[in-house]
């Protein structure tokens, strides 16, 4: 059966295909899609983790158990995991174990750029990467299998374009894979230093085995053109690039198609450069496979030619090795309208955001999330957003700074207050340590945790939080107020307030913001997008009555796109607009009023 699925799906499918028996993760952007999709097949024990770490320790317990498992992440999901993915390099595994890495050339939805490929090298870790959705399927029913045969992980590297195209599969079934029985041996699983340094000389030995295997398999192939005029030796979506870009000198470009990057092929790639004339590297981001071309000996061009930062696409690469130039091609002649991305109508963050933007005295420290967008103007909170969890982290070095004889702003003028900002699948991922840090390091920054009731960013995944697992099973509901008690913060100190109401807001922040030690503030509204509560508010919306409005734009101070200026007075779009009525709470002349009830 052929269906037209996109990569991640297709991932999905092989690793169900192949007998997966467990499959954790933490959704991020562009690898939320597989665990989603792999939660449908009920032969495979799913779970959303709370991190990373954690879902790359889940899969290898299972493997070392005996179940074939996988664990999936955006790329800088696997910094978070890198601590057990490089002593399982030396462990090995039982069942077949496979890591998907989802990087984000381009940073679409990512706060950086980087190329997971040099973790296979850095690790020493079997790499596969599929160029489409066929592929996909394919090499993760191998990587199982391979990972057994060779006794290692299997790191599996797509992007971007990989994960969310869309292509033809041919569809299998499933092959069952036995449970390997569980043996217990402390000298191969135990890292204790006397069994790693002893594994440390097996990982050499598999180096030179799976050397000579990506030499001769199937995944590191050569199409000869007639001429043999070209080379080009590239991988993943690239390849797909490079044909496109070429595609009218077939016959003088030969490709050397590179799936199994880690390690790289060095004598085919040795015989496939003596039979070219010109040599071409292509590869998005860092030069990954010229490097290491360069180090055979062979002159080749790649990173001089091609951009270092930001996605490829045949006419980049078409300009940049043939020198076509950008001229003739379809333009579109309007001006699409600027979209800056802004928080939500009705979102749960714009209440707190717009009482915090009030002091000028505050640095905020927010993290990864949709709250991340409270910099955007008018709102304008955020002094930092480094990674996940660093709002509470970073705001302890914030704070401790703050307190110090002479620290100020740019201007001389003090900051007197460090307010770190967390969403609650964030805080569940990495800020709890964060929190305890701060409780027992007595820092008096004030923590405020977006509680919205899902993992909202990413698509409305499940989280600790929610009371759900993925594969829509109840399960416990962790408090969140309970939990920072738990961390050490005084009960007295943790305030749950409801973001729509203002006034509570308000008073929730004044009372952090002279609090002189940790202070945590919960909001407690879901998302907006939520489909049960767009239902739920579905007849609300907000009303302005041109003949009170005297268009003074405080209305526009709460950066909600639902509302905007006209001629005659300031306009609500009631298609967009699910009554949370915090713009009728700023407005001084009473013009805006709630219209509507709450569905049952």
Same mark, same amino acid.
């Given at each position: 059966?052929?269906?037209?699925?996109?990569?991640?799906?297709?991932?999905?499918?092989?690793?169900?295909?192949?007998?997966?028996?467990?499959?954790?993760?933490?959704?991020?952007?562009?690898?939320?899609?597989?665990?989603?999709?792999?939660?449908?097949?009920?032969?495979?024990?799913?779970?959303?983790?709370?991190?990373?770490?954690?879902?790359?320790? *889940?899969? /290898?317990? #299972? +493997?070392?158990?005996?179940? @074939?498992?996988?664990?999936?992440?955006?790329? &800088?999901? $696997?910094?978070?995991?890198?601590?057990?993915?490089?002593?399982?390099?030396?462990?090995?595994?039982?069942?077949?174990?496979?890591?998907?890495?989802?990087?984000?050339?381009?940073?679409?939805?990512?706060?950086?750029?980087?190329?997971?490929?040099?973790?296979?090298?850095?690790?020493?870790?079997?790499?596969?990467?599929?160029?489409?959705?066929?592929?996909?399927?394919?090499?993760?029913?191998?990587?199982?299998?391979?990972?057994?045969?060779?006794?290692?992980?299997?790191?599996?590297?797509?992007?971007?374009?990989?994960?969310?195209?869309?292509?033809?599969?041919?569809?299998?079934?499933?092959?069952?894979?036995?449970?390997?029985?569980?043996?217990?041996?402390?000298?191969?699983? *135990?890292? /204790?230093? #006397? +069994?790693?340094?002893?594994? @440390?000389?097996?990982?050499?030995?598999?180096? &030179?085995? $799976?050397?000579?295997?990506?030499?001769?398999?199937?995944?590191?192939?050569?199409?000869?053109?007639?001429?043999?005029?070209?080379?080009?030796?590239?991988?993943?979506?690239?390849?797909?690039?490079?044909?496109?870009?070429?595609?009218?000198?077939?016959?003088?470009?030969?490709?050397?198609?590179?799936?199994?990057?880690?390690?790289?092929?060095?004598?085919?790639?040795?015989?496939?450069?003596?039979?070219?004339?010109?040599?071409?590297?292509?590869?998005?981001?860092?030069?990954?496979?010229?490097?290491?071309?360069?180090?055979?000996?062979?002159?080749?061009?790649?990173?001089?030619?091609?951009?270092?930062?930001?996605?490829?696409?045949?006419?980049?690469?078409?300009?940049?090795?043939?020198?076509?130039?950008?001229?003739?091609?379809?333009?579109?002649?309007?001006?699409?309208?600027?979209?800056?991305?802004?928080?939500?109508?009705?979102?749960?963050?714009?209440?707190?955001?717009?009482?915090?933007?009030?002091?000028?005295?505050?640095?905020?420290?927010?993290?990864?999330?949709?709250?991340?967008?409270?910099?955007?103007?008018?709102?304008?909170?955020?002094?930092?957003?480094?990674?996940?969890?660093?709002?509470?982290?970073?705001?302890?070095?914030?704070?401790?700074?703050?307190?110090?004889?002479?620290?100020?702003?740019?201007?001389?003028?003090?900051?007197?207050?460090?307010?770190?900002?967390?969403?609650?699948?964030?805080?569940?991922?990495?800020?709890?340590?964060?929190?305890?840090?701060?409780?027992?390091?007595?820092?008096?920054?004030?923590?405020?945790?977006?509680?919205?009731?899902?993992?909202?960013?990413?698509?409305?995944?499940?989280?600790?939080?929610?009371?759900?697992?993925?594969?829509?099973?109840?399960?416990?509901?962790?408090?969140?107020?309970?939990?920072?008690?738990?961390?050490?913060?005084?009960?007295?100190?943790?305030?749950?307030?409801?973001?729509?109401?203002?006034?509570?807001?308000?008073?929730?922040?004044?009372?952090?913001?002279?609090?002189?030690?940790?202070?945590?503030?919960?909001?407690?509204?879901?998302?907006?997008?939520?489909?049960?509560?767009?239902?739920?508010?579905?007849?609300?919306?907000?009303?302005?009555?041109?003949?009170?409005?005297?268009?003074?734009?405080?209305?526009?101070?709460?950066?909600?796109?639902?509302?905007?200026?006209?001629?005659?007075?300031?306009?609500?779009?009631?298609?967009?607009?699910?009554?949370?009525?915090?713009?009728?709470?700023?407005?001084?002349?009473?013009?805006?009023?709630?219209?509507?009830?709450?569905?049952?």
């Amino acid at each position: 059966m052929k269906e037209i699925v996109t990569g991640n799906e297709a991932i999905a499918r092989g690793a169900w295909e192949a007998g997966c028996h467990v499959a954790a993760a933490y959704p991020g952007t562009p690898s939320s899609e597989i665990l989603e999709n792999v939660s449908k097949y009920p032969e495979i024990d799913s779970e959303w983790s709370t991190n990373e770490k954690v879902a790359v320790e *889940v899969a /290898a317990g #299972a +493997s070392l158990a005996g179940a @074939r498992s996988m664990a999936a992440m955006k790329h &800088v999901g $696997l910094n978070v995991a890198a601590d057990p993915i490089f002593t399982m390099s030396y462990i090995g595994v039982n069942g077949g174990f496979v890591v998907i890495t989802a990087d984000d050339p381009g940073l679409f939805s990512s706060q950086n750029e980087q190329d997971n490929r040099w973790y296979a090298l850095h690790a020493k870790l079997p790499m596969l990467e599929p160029s489409d959705s066929q592929e996909c399927l394919d090499f993760m029913k191998d990587a199982f299998e391979l990972s057994e045969r060779f006794d290692v992980p299997l790191l599996f590297r797509v992007t971007t374009r990989i994960c969310h195209s869309k292509s033809i599969v041919e569809l299998g079934s499933r092959t069952e894979a036995s449970i390997k029985p569980y043996v217990r041996n402390p000298g191969k699983n *135990v890292m /204790a230093p #006397a +069994s790693a340094k002893k594994r @440390r000389y097996v990982i050499e030995e598999r180096e &030179v085995r $799976l050397r000579a295997f990506s030499n001769n398999c199937s995944y590191n192939r050569v199409e000869w053109g007639m001429r043999r005029k070209i080379g080009i030796i590239t991988s993943g979506i690239s390849y797909q690039h490079a044909r496109e870009a070429f595609h009218k000198l077939d016959d003088e470009v030969s490709y050397l198609k590179l799936g199994f990057t880690y390690p790289l092929p060095d004598e085919l790639i040795l015989k496939f450069a003596s039979e070219v004339e010109t040599v071409y590297v292509i590869e998005e981001n860092e030069p990954y496979i010229e490097n290491f071309v360069k180090q055979l000996g062979i002159s080749c061009t790649g990173r001089e030619a091609l951009p270092a930062v930001d996605e490829l696409n045949s006419s980049i690469i078409a300009c940049a090795l043939l020198g076509h130039s950008e001229e003739g091609r379809w333009e579109v002649e309007a001006t699409p309208p600027p979209r800056p991305p802004v928080l939500c109508p009705g979102c749960s963050h714009r209440g707190i955001f717009y009482e915090m933007a009030k002091y000028r005295d505050i640095a905020t420290s927010s993290d990864i999330g949709c709250y991340t967008l409270g910099v955007m103007p008018p709102l304008g909170v955020a002094d930092s957003v480094i990674c996940m969890g660093a709002g509470v982290s970073a705001g302890i070095g914030f704070s401790k700074v703050f307190a110090m004889p002479g620290a100020a702003r740019d201007d001389g003028k003090p900051i007197k207050k460090v307010f770190g900002v967390i969403g609650d699948s964030t805080f569940f991922h990495s800020g709890v340590t964060g929190l305890i840090d701060a409780v027992v390091n007595r820092s008096n920054m004030a923590l405020c945790i977006m509680d919205n009731r899902t993992t909202a960013m990413t698509g409305h995944q499940d989280n600790p939080g929610t009371g759900r697992t993925i594969m829509g099973e109840k399960t416990q509901q962790i408090d969140l107020k309970a939990l920072c008690v738990a961390c050490g913060v005084r009960p007295d100190n943790v305030q749950m307030v409801d973001p729509y109401d203002l006034k509570q807001v308000h008073a929730a922040i004044r009372k952090a913001y002279d609090a002189n030690e940790i202070f945590v503030i919960i909001t407690t509204q879901p998302c907006a997008l939520i489909k049960e509560v767009m239902r739920k508010r579905e007849h609300m919306y907000c009303h302005v009555d041109e003949k009170l409005c005297v268009k003074c734009k405080m209305c526009l101070k709460v950066g909600c796109p639902a509302i905007s200026l006209r001629e005659s007075s300031a306009e609500i779009t009631r298609s967009m607009c699910n009554g949370c009525a915090i713009c009728a709470q700023v407005c001084p002349k009473n013009a805006i009023s709630q219209v509507g009830e709450l569905n049952d």
